[in-house]
């Protein structure tokens, strides 16, 4: 089994035990953007050839990592994997097709609220999971950043 494939049965596994939660848990608490961003998300796993790699770590313990590729200065391809919340795989899953097409400037501008509004809302004590997806995200860019200015990677912008 590819990495790829073992990171999306263990997202699907993930998934599964949220939809459990967040229904017996206080479903209403949740947009229906989000309920359905994060039962069927888009753009999971790891990227083998990515420009550029991000994590970040909550204070909750949940990571998210972020992969960007990177074609004339613009994010042609964004992908993501969490072992977070529901709420985290919502905003891991609208942020990275959000990100396609968006200028790397444009991308490292989008601040955790427009992740928020672009979900239709979060639950207060879940807002910091979209923290996490963009600080995930800016990590990748810098590190795409970081590789063009070392000469490495080959990324081409
Ligand atoms: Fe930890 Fe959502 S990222 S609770």
Redesign the pocket.
Known sequence: MTDENSMKDELDELVENMIRIMETEDAKAYSEDVISEFRNPSNVGRMADADGEGVAD?L?K?TMEMWVKVRDGLIVDCTFFTD??G??IACGSRLTRFVKGLSTDEAMRVRPRDLVSLLNGLPPD?E??AA?AIIALKNALRDCEARRSAGAGGVRR
């Open positions: 909550g909750c949940d977070g919340c709420a985290t879940h910091h999971c996490l």
